[in-house]
């Protein structure tokens, strides 16, 4: 079973960590907001292309945002994995 530390090295983790402390302070709850929102929207198939290629602009601008884009792919992957054992 796959878990979030097979998806993510203990390097990773840290640079992450350093990364988000570092710049969480300088983003607004709004831009926090609105990246996290989109994300959702990508992983639940409700963007249109145009959209989804702003998305994947942005993971490319902030490198940051694609490693929180892999959490959220590989988190609801686990709880999907959860859910089909126990049935």
Do not use: A, C, H
Not at 62 to 81: A, C, G, H, T
């Amino acid at each position: 079973m796959n878990t979030l530390f097979n998806v993510l090295t203990n390097t990773e983790i840290d640079n992450l960590s350093i990364y988000f402390f570092k710049n969480y302070f300088s983003m607004t709850e709004e831009r926090i907001t609105e990246m996290m929102s989109r994300i959702d929207d990508y992983v639940r198939g409700r963007l249109v292309q145009e959209q989804i290629e702003d998305l994947w602009i942005e993971f490319l601008k902030d490198p940051y945002w694609f490693k929180i884009f892999e959490v959220e792919v590989s988190l609801r992957n686990m709880i999907m994995q959860v859910v089909v054992i126990q049935r």
